[in-house]
């Protein structure tokens, strides 16, 4: 019978790999520590609950194991690192399945328990003698809660005799998970091998998928053909909410983390409070494509790079020699008690030692005297449009040169100018595909994206239409940047006024933009835009035109009319599961709403009166009062 590793074996035989650089008397000594260990059975166990996504309910548990406290073998990595350098990973794995097993029993868990188990142990020529089968029918557990993790830790070549091992494995009651996918050598191939159960995606995709299109692209692809084989899916190392609440309106049905619950030696029963009202809160969480794509939320750190650092006292000479022994290497950062003091760059020292008896006059002299005593210097917090500004204003040296990124004035590292233009460059690409250029918002693509995703998780939702009334006029009359202006500022006032996190802005294109309230005090919100709207509209004209509400422009054909000031008109629908079943729908309604906002003079709201309540209306003239209804 197979040999069950009780831990994450891709982290331990990952390590076990790595070439150990103890000395032969340590090793000895953790050698006999590890005999120790497996002969008295010093493990202990531990449990991680996995959640049911959209019920909140357990649904089982992954056992781990940790050595002694009181031994550096108490990481798994180590205890797993020194059993596969010693050929005794089997025996130990034989052990830490009994250890996890029994505890599991002894404390009555309720649900599943997943047990990890590399292939190549799976297919141990004593791997079918039922060891783990009389094992769990003498301790009480059936077959059928028991899932057998499969963590990939070297290449698979040998799928067929896999195949055989798992269908074993089928026949007495288990089922299969693959732990880890896309992580792995070939996890995608095992999968369409094996067919298991479940797959556990590993925890890189999930850790930041609310920031990230490429996780998020790569969990919906996984869903997807989860759906298909019938498979069930279980995101793993979920530390945030906001992470959470995505996974699971992707579809994802089942999650574990520290977020969820951290492993523990007694662990809960059910979720802790926080968790349980935030899984039992019915929202969306936005989707990462559909954040405003600003430069803004990109900073510095993400350009950062670790150099050679020298102090102001060091030899010309030996800075040479640095950058002698470094052919790619263009600047120093010139660094004294942590704090930065210039740059040297490798341009300027050879261009001068080139000079007839410079080497010799200043070789033996510190670097400080050649050094750029006045360095473009930003911390780690400066957005990437504020350092764009930055360099721009500054002296054209600067953007060769590179700049150096602090942390409270301390020196962090360097970022050059190269990776500052395509990193800029990237962006732009990004905000071109999915993000209007003018506010970058979203654009249709990702609202369309966003609609569907709130339909397939089946959330009641507002669905706003804003549009400018009379906005074409006031273009023509006061100039295409002011107009310009108008919409960025509308852009922002939406932005101010709704939830990040629950709440979602897109812009239509041109004066129209379209707002995802989940908020439940939509109402409040969209009365609160309309007040500010009417607020800052008065700022774009003159204060004659503001005094007599409006200004004469010339039409089309040359007369003169009166228009009067830009207003704000929300048609408003409201949206639950089961009326609207795709993003036209939507929008047909969205956009009739939009119609009858517009036929009402001044700012104003209109929400269909067939599922909410009457229009809200706010004379353009006067600011929004608080309570209107």
């Given at each position: 019978?197979?040999?069950?590793?009780i831990?994450?074996?891709?982290?331990?035989?990952?390590?076990?790999?790595?070439?150990?650089?103890?000395?032969a008397?340590?090793e000895?000594?953790?050698?006999?520590?590890?005999?120790?260990?497996?002969?008295?059975?010093?493990?202990s166990?531990?449990?991680?609950?996995?959640?049911q996504?959209?019920?909140?309910?357990?649904?089982?548990?992954?056992?781990?194991?940790?050595?002694?406290?009181?031994?550096?073998?108490h990481?798994?990595?180590?205890?797993?690192?020194?059993?596969?350098?010693?050929?005794?990973t089997?025996?130990?794995?034989?052990?830490?399945?009994?250890?996890?097993?029994?505890?599991?029993?002894?404390l009555?868990l309720?649900?599943?328990?997943?047990?990890?188990v590399?292939?190549?142990?799976?297919?141990?020529?004593?791997?079918?003698?039922?060891?783990?089968?009389?094992?769990?029918?003498?301790?009480?557990?059936?077959?059928?809660?028991?899932?057998?993790?499969?963590?990939?830790?070297?290449?698979?070549?040998?799928?067929?005799?896999?195949?055989?091992?798992?269908?074993?494995?089928?026949?007495?009651?288990?089922?299969?998970?693959?732990?880890?996918?896309?992580?792995?050598?070939?996890?995608?191939?095992?999968?369409?091998?094996l067919?298991?159960?479940?797959?556990?995606?590993?925890?890189?995709?999930?850790?930041?998928?609310n920031?990230?299109?490429?996780?998020?692209?790569?969990?919906?692809?996984?869903?997807e053909?989860a759906?298909?084989?019938?498979?069930?899916?279980?995101?793993?190392?979920?530390?945030?909410q906001?992470?959470?609440?995505?996974?699971?309106?992707?579809?994802?049905?089942?999650?574990?983390?520290?977020?969820?619950?951290?492993?523990?030696?007694?662990?809960?029963?059910?979720?802790?409070?926080?968790?349980?009202?935030a899984?039992?809160h019915?929202?969306?969480?936005?989707?990462?494509?559909?954040?405003?794509?600003?430069?803004?939320t990109?900073?510095?750190?993400?350009?950062l790079?670790?150099?050679?650092?020298?102090?102001?006292?060091?030899?010309?000479?030996?800075?040479?020699?640095?950058?002698?022994?470094n052919?790619?290497?263009?600047?120093i950062?010139?660094?004294?008690?942590?704090?930065?003091a210039?740059?040297?760059?490798?341009?300027?020292?050879?261009?001068?030692?080139?000079?007839?008896?410079?080497?010799?006059?200043?070789?033996?002299?510190?670097?400080?005297?050649?050094?750029?005593?006045?360095?473009?210097?930003?911390?780690?917090?400066?957005?990437?449009?504020?350092?764009s500004?930055?360099?721009?204003?500054?002296?054209?040296h600067?953007?060769?040169?590179?700049?150096?990124?602090?942390?409270?004035?301390?020196?962090l590292?360097?970022?050059?100018?190269?990776?500052?233009?395509?990193e800029?460059?990237q962006?732009?690409?990004?905000?071109a595909?999915?993000?209007?250029?003018?506010?970058?918002?979203?654009?249709?693509?990702?609202i369309?994206?966003?609609?569907?995703?709130?339909?397939?998780?089946?959330?009641?939702?507002?669905?706003?239409y804003?549009?400018?009334?009379?906005?074409?006029?006031?273009?023509d009359?006061?100039?295409?940047?002011?107009?310009?202006?108008?919409?960025?500022?509308?852009?922002?006032?939406?932005?101010?006024?709704?939830?990040p996190?629950?709440?979602?802005?897109?812009?239509?294109?041109?004066?129209d933009?379209?707002?995802?309230?989940q908020?439940?005090?939509?109402?409040?919100?969209?009365?609160?835009?309309?007040?500010?709207?009417?607020?800052?509209?008065?700022?774009?004209?003159?204060?004659e035109?503001?005094?007599?509400?409006?200004?004469?422009?010339?039409?089309r054909q040359g007369?003169?009319?009166?228009?009067?000031?830009?207003?704000?008109?929300?048609?408003i629908v409201?949206?639950?599961?089961g009326?609207?079943?795709?993003?036209h729908?939507?929008?047909?309604?969205?956009?009739?709403?939009?119609?009858q906002?517009?036929?009402?003079?001044?700012?104003?709201?209109?929400?269909?009166?067939?599922?909410g309540?009457?229009?809200?209306?706010?004379?353009?003239?006067?600011?929004?009062?608080?309570?209107?209804?």
């Amino acid at each position: 019978m197979n040999q069950i590793v009780i831990e994450k074996p891709v982290t331990t035989f990952k390590s076990a790999r790595t070439p150990s650089h103890r000395p032969a008397e340590t090793e000895q000594i953790l050698l006999a520590r590890l005999h120790e260990i497996i002969d008295l059975q010093l493990l202990s166990a531990l449990f991680q609950p996995i959640v049911q996504l959209q019920s909140g309910e357990i649904i089982g548990y992954e056992g781990l194991i940790r050595g002694p406290s009181d031994s550096p073998l108490h990481s798994p990595l180590n205890l797993f690192k020194l059993a596969w350098a010693n050929n005794l990973t089997v025996k130990l794995e034989h052990l830490c399945r009994q250890v996890v097993l029994k505890k599991f029993a002894e404390l009555n868990l309720p649900g599943k328990i997943f047990l990890n188990v590399s292939p190549e142990c799976l297919l141990q020529r004593d791997a079918k003698h039922g060891q783990t089968l009389d094992l769990i029918h003498q301790i009480g557990i059936h077959p059928e809660r028991v899932i057998i993790e499969l963590t990939e830790n070297q290449p698979t070549y040998d799928y067929q005799l896999l195949g055989q091992a798992v269908t074993h494995y089928r026949q007495m009651g288990f089922q299969i998970a693959i732990d880890d996918l896309g992580e792995g050598f070939s996890s995608l191939r095992l999968w369409s091998e094996l067919r298991p159960e479940y797959v556990k995606i590993d925890m890189h995709f999930i850790q930041g998928i609310n920031n990230d299109p490429v996780k998020m692209q790569f969990v919906k692809s996984i869903q997807e053909i989860a759906d298909k084989s019938g498979t069930m899916v279980i995101a793993e190392g979920i530390e945030t909410q906001a992470e959470m609440l995505l996974v699971r309106n992707l579809g994802v049905a089942h999650g574990q983390g520290y977020h969820i619950a951290r492993p523990h030696a007694q662990p809960a029963l059910v979720l802790s409070a926080v968790v349980e009202h935030a899984l039992g809160h019915k929202h969306t969480h936005i989707s990462p494509r559909n954040r405003i794509q600003r430069q803004n939320t990109m900073t510095a750190i993400k350009l950062l790079r670790q150099l050679p650092t020298v102090g102001p006292d060091m030899l010309n000479n030996q800075v040479y020699e640095i950058f002698l022994a470094n052919p790619a290497l263009q600047i120093i950062p010139i660094v004294d008690d942590g704090k930065p003091a210039g740059l040297i760059t490798r341009e300027n020292l050879i261009e001068r030692f080139s000079r007839l008896y410079q080497r010799e006059l200043y070789g033996k002299k510190p670097c400080s005297s050649f050094m750029d005593r006045k360095p473009l210097v930003v911390d780690r917090d400066t957005s990437l449009q504020e350092l764009s500004s930055i360099i721009v204003e500054a002296d054209r040296h600067h953007l060769s040169n590179g700049f150096i990124i602090t942390e409270q004035g301390r020196y962090l590292g360097m970022g050059t100018g190269q990776d500052f233009v395509r990193e800029i460059t990237q962006m732009q690409m990004i905000a071109a595909r999915y993000a209007n250029p003018l506010t970058l918002l979203p654009g249709n693509v990702p609202i369309n994206e966003q609609i569907e995703l709130l339909l397939q998780g089946g959330r009641h939702f507002f669905a706003c239409y804003c549009d400018l009334d009379h906005f074409k006029p006031f273009n023509d009359a006061y100039g295409y940047r002011r107009g310009d202006d108008v919409i960025q500022s509308t852009g922002q006032i939406l932005i101010d006024r709704v939830d990040p996190d629950r709440d979602w802005v897109g812009h239509i294109g041109g004066d129209d933009f379209i707002v995802l309230l989940q908020s439940r005090d939509w109402h409040a919100r969209c009365e609160a835009i309309l007040q500010q709207f009417a607020h800052m509209i008065q700022s774009y004209y003159s204060i004659e035109d503001r005094e007599r509400g409006g200004y004469l422009s010339e039409d089309r054909q040359g007369v003169k009319v009166f228009c009067p000031l830009i207003s704000l008109s929300i048609g408003i629908v409201k949206v639950e599961p089961g009326k609207f079943y795709s993003h036209h729908q939507i929008a047909a309604a969205a956009a009739e709403a939009k119609k009858q906002a517009k036929k009402i003079s001044g700012n104003s709201m209109f929400i269909d009166r067939r599922l909410g309540p009457p229009p809200t209306l706010l004379p353009r003239d006067t600011p929004m009062p608080s309570n209107a209804t």
